[in-house]
């Protein structure tokens, strides 16, 4: 059953959300290379991929609804950072974005009768749950540690295990 053309363009809306969502983890690997933290790096390039797959997800559900997926302008982040607090608050800032959308559009599918979209975006709720408690543990961390450089490249050794993990 077709999404209707008010869902379709939340839908779409949301595929560019994630794919800006994996725009800002990239730059902010850029940002955390140049503050020379490769594990913070590789976290955040880790999930920039995994914004894409999450925008992919929402392709594949349009597509299969014979909906029409469509990726709207993708801006540039402008993004600095001077320390590793500041990448990680930025991320939070905007997991916090995705999170509320995610929901608005949760809200909306259930006002336009779309039960077929429940499980996907339930998955999603759940996500952003995780994700914004994992970031919000890191900055906690890197709260604790504060400018004491053996903690912070512990930390920064421990993220970068991620992908090995």
Known sequence: MRLTDTLEKA???QITMELTASHVYRQLAIELDLLDLSGMADWMRAQADE???HANQFIAHLDARDNHPQIGAVDAPEVKVTSAIDAFRIALEHEEKVSASIR???KL???EGDLDSRPLLDSFVV???EEEDTVRGIIGRLEIVGDNGAGLLRIDRELGARDAA
């Open 127 to 129: 996500e952003q749950i």
């Open 104 to 106: 608005n559009l949760r």
């Open 11 to 13: 839908f779409n809306d």
């Open 109 to 111: 599918a259930d006002s």
């Open 51 to 53: 914004e894409v797959d």
